[in-house]
């Protein structure tokens, strides 16, 4: 198969036209979508959450890296749909009651679209209802909860007790993560798993799933 590496770099320097242009081009020309996500999407979205866990890239890099990402997975999704490829793993992710912050969850978002997760972003001040209902609903296999101030951290526990009071934690592996949130607040509420930035929160997604 004719290698793209062409998208690796425009996804790894951010550039988003460059992605999208040079996606259009290689579905044109017959490649296969899939191997595109595969070969040169997660590998470049795998290399930006390494620059950024070495302090090479920063949270502007990440951002620009995710839209250049997603401009190509545009492109790319409804064809992986109609041929029935399966995703990573189901996440649904969102910043608790509450709280109306965002970069930290959307970077997250596009870091797990990244890295082949289909993602169902409930946006920001989600209710434990909207949580509970995108498990049952979305037959999410993750919840991603996040929260950057310490007065909304509480909505974390009450969705896990909920998931407990419905039956419903056995089916869905719980991370969470934010700025003053912690491994130790993890342990305590009950949650399966904390990731203090986007790139191990992927990491962290797959090997609970793997797990």
């Known amino acids: 198969m004719k290698e793209y590496k062409e998208l690796y770099t425009a996804v790894l320097e951010g550039k ?9 081009k290689a ?3 017959g ?18 959450g390494r620059r950024f866990e070495t302090n090479e890239y920063f949270v502007p890099e990440l951002l ?7 401009a190509a997975l545009e492109l790319i ?17 969102g910043t608790v009651k509450g709280d109306l ?19 169902v972003d409930l946006g920001v001040d989600v209710s434990i209802e909207k949580f509970i209902a995108a498990v049952k609903e979305k037959n999410v296999e993750v ?4 929260a950057l101030l310490t007065t909304t951290m509480p909505g974390m526990k009450g969705v896990i007790e909920d998931l407990k009071g419905q039956g419903l934690r056995e089916k869905v592996k719980v991370i969470i993560g934010g700025a003053p949130v912690t491994q130790n607040y993890a342990n305590e509420i009950g949650a399966d798993g904390y990731a203090d930035n986007a790139s191990s929160a992927v990491a962290l997604a797959k090997q609970l799933l793997a797990a």
């Not at 620009?64 to 997603?70: E, F, G, L, Q, T």
């Not at 041929?83 to 992710?93: E, F």
């Not at 912050?101 to 890295?115: C, F, P, R, S, T």
């Open 27 to 29: 579905l044109a020309e």
């Open 101 to 119: 912050h965002d970069i930290g969850k959307n970077l997250v978002a596009a870091m797990l679209e990244g890295g082949g997760f289909e993602v």
């Open 31 to 48: 490649a296969d979508p899939k191997q595109l996500v595969d070969r040169e999407m997660i590998t470049a979205m795998a290399e930006v």
């Open 143 to 146: 919840l991603g909860l996040s």
């Open 64 to 70: 620009i890296s995710a839209r250049a990402m997603k």
């Open 77 to 93: 999704k409804p064809l992986l749909v109609k041929s029935g490829v399966q995703p990573v793993g189901r996440v649904a992710i």
């Open 16 to 24: 988003a036209k460059d992605a999208r242009a040079i996606t259009e």
